[in-house]
């Protein structure tokens, strides 16, 4: 493989040659979330605590060594590449890393984790975005930055700190892995402004610059990767812009039941020409900075394998990131799935009794439970065979890879 850089506002490999990527998300693996195990959304802290209120902090430690051995594998990697491709983003915990208030609840392997992934990529032909979806602190307030209520990141010099060096870190380890695409410095920050992100962004930037890498790092805007307000002031070649895109929300998430697309939904009506221009301003920003686009995370909740409205909303999302030449990646690869948020590509069927998806209690909320009996038949439902693909989203995604 070859190591990616910007040209121009074009992403090329080392031999100057361009490259789309075009990929998933491996969410739910080094960092859970709770309606991806089918239950409500809490910080993973407290849902590792909860388990540890039933087996105990070290039983709870080893289950999650075991769930991340077997929630992706080297079959994982392999199909995604079978599908045609050739990228993946990998979301992770601090915590794995770094000691923590809840540390006792961790077991801190990240190193061997990333190893591990990167090789398996490496292998395979993929490249991979490494992304630091909860940081010291928390960035936003959020169950998925595993925060306690609150974006303590940004009130706090030592969780800045520890943010920075931890960037370093990782670019000293993983500088001269051309499977890496780069680094995405911080998911879907919320902050009062871009300043304290982007003040941030400058001290991760110079850590991983002076580790002597040269990777493409990835900037996500303010007000969950939305608002890129001032982010064209950074000055290095080698950034790309990462917003997300989960519009309309209503629709796109499945907060209201009732929405259809295309429609009015919220007041506001929702079509083609409605998505093209809330993403013509990524395009304009790239444009502008000479900087690609990497659209970080889209997704749909499919409400019934036979409804066309969400088939439709992600062929025309990704025909638009076509036309703008964005690269992408889904959002997510595997869910046990819930009522609301993108489920996966591969999701579980069923409903065993450790699930009970219909039950007051729900999902993860039953794993100590079920593991002060037996774990082996959760773990061994996380093995990918037990789920089954979505084929009409996939084919969709597909086709946009052909393209």
Same mark, same amino acid.
């Given at each position: 493989? %070859?190591?990616?850089?910007?040209?121009?506002?074009?992403?090329?490999?080392?031999?100057?040659?361009?490259?789309?990527?075009?990929?998933? %998300?491996?969410?739910? /693996?080094?960092?859970?979330?709770?309606? *991806?195990?089918?239950?409500?959304?809490?910080? +993973?802290?407290?849902?590792?605590?909860?388990?540890? &209120?039933?087996? $105990?902090?070290?039983?709870?430690?080893?289950?999650?060594?075991?769930?991340?051995?077997?929630?992706?594998?080297?079959?994982?990697?392999?199909?995604?590449?079978?599908?045609?491709?050739?990228?993946?983003?990998?979301?992770?915990?601090?915590?794995?890393?770094?000691?923590?208030?809840?540390?006792?609840?961790?077991?801190?392997?990240? /190193?061997?984790?990333?190893? !591990?992934?990167?090789?398996?990529?490496?292998?395979?032909?993929?490249?991979?975005?490494?992304? *630091?979806?909860?940081?010291?602190?928390?960035? %936003?307030?959020? /169950?998925?930055?595993?925060?306690? $209520?609150?974006?303590?990141?940004?009130?706090?010099?030592?969780?800045?700190? &520890?943010?920075?060096?931890?960037?370093?870190?990782?670019?000293?380890?993983?500088?001269?892995?051309?499977?890496?695409?780069?680094?995405?410095?911080?998911?879907?920050?919320?902050?009062?402004?871009?300043?304290?992100?982007?003040?941030?962004?400058?001290?991760?930037?110079?850590?991983?610059? +002076?580790?002597?890498?040269?990777?493409?790092?990835?900037? =996500?805007?303010?007000?969950?990767?939305?608002?890129?307000?001032?982010?064209?002031?950074?000055?290095?070649?080698?950034?790309?812009?990462?917003?997300?895109?989960?519009?309309?929300?209503?629709?796109?998430?499945?907060?209201?039941?009732?929405?259809?697309?295309?429609? &009015?939904?919220?007041?506001?009506?929702?079509?083609?020409?409605?998505?093209?221009?809330?993403?013509?301003?990524?395009?304009?920003?790239?444009?502008?900075?000479?900087?690609?686009?990497?659209?970080? +995370? @889209?997704?749909?909740?499919?409400?019934?394998?036979?409804?066309?409205? =969400?088939?439709?909303?992600?062929?025309?999302?990704?025909?638009?990131? +076509?036309? @703008? =030449?964005?690269?992408?990646?889904?959002?997510?690869?595997?869910?046990?799935?819930?009522?609301? @948020?993108?489920?996966?590509?591969?999701?579980?069927? $069923?409903?065993?009794? !450790?699930?009970?998806?219909?039950?007051?209690?729900?999902?993860?909320?039953?794993?100590?439970?079920?593991?002060?009996?037996?774990?082996? &038949?959760? *773990?061994?439902?996380?093995?990918?065979?037990?789920?089954?693909?979505?084929?009409?989203?996939?084919?969709?995604?597909?086709?946009?890879?052909?393209?």
């Amino acid at each position: 493989m %070859n190591p990616l850089q910007n040209r121009r506002g074009q992403i090329i490999d080392g031999h100057g040659k361009p490259v789309r990527l075009r990929g998933v %998300n491996l969410g739910n /693996w080094l960092l859970v979330e709770g309606y *991806l195990l089918a239950g409500p959304n809490e910080p +993973e802290h407290r849902i590792r605590a909860c388990m540890a &209120e039933v087996v $105990g902090a070290s039983q709870t430690r080893a289950f999650y060594r075991k769930y991340q051995d077997a929630y992706i594998q080297a079959s994982d990697l392999r199909r995604i590449r079978r599908w045609g491709f050739n990228f993946v983003r990998i979301p992770f915990n601090y915590r794995l890393f770094l000691p923590s208030p809840q540390g006792r609840l961790y077991a801190r392997d990240g /190193w061997k984790r990333l190893d !591990w992934v990167i090789k398996q990529c490496s292998r395979l032909g993929l490249y991979c975005l490494l992304d *630091l979806h909860a940081a010291p602190g928390a960035q %936003n307030a959020d /169950w998925h930055s595993d925060s306690p $209520g609150k974006p303590g990141l940004w009130d706090s010099p030592k969780d800045q700190e &520890e943010t920075t060096a931890l960037w370093g870190k990782i670019a000293r380890r993983y500088r001269d892995e051309p499977a890496v695409a780069g680094y995405d410095l911080l998911n879907e920050p919320v902050a009062s402004s871009t300043v304290p992100v982007m003040r941030l962004y400058r001290r991760c930037l110079e850590a991983i610059r +002076e580790a002597g890498d040269h990777h493409l790092v990835f900037l =996500e805007g303010t007000r969950w990767s939305d608002d890129f307000e001032g982010l064209d002031e950074m000055d290095d070649p080698q950034l790309v812009y990462s917003p997300h895109f989960y519009k309309p929300a209503a629709f796109v998430l499945h907060l209201d039941p009732d929405a259809a697309y295309p429609g &009015e939904i919220e007041g506001k009506y929702w079509n083609k020409q409605t998505l093209r221009g809330e993403l013509e301003r990524f395009h304009r920003l790239g444009q502008k900075s000479s900087r690609p686009v990497l659209i970080g +995370e @889209f997704g749909v909740h499919r409400r019934c394998p036979c409804c066309h409205a =969400e088939t439709r909303w992600v062929k025309e999302a990704l025909g638009l990131f +076509e036309s @703008f =030449e964005f690269h992408w990646t889904y959002w997510v690869y595997k869910a046990l799935d819930g009522p609301c @948020f993108p489920n996966g590509l591969l999701q579980l069927p $069923g409903n065993p009794s !450790w699930l009970r998806r219909e039950g007051a209690k729900c999902g993860w909320q039953n794993f100590g439970r079920v593991l002060a009996r037996s774990g082996r &038949e959760i *773990l061994s439902a996380m093995d990918s065979r037990h789920f089954r693909e979505d084929p009409i989203v996939l084919e969709e995604l597909q086709r946009a890879v052909r393209s």
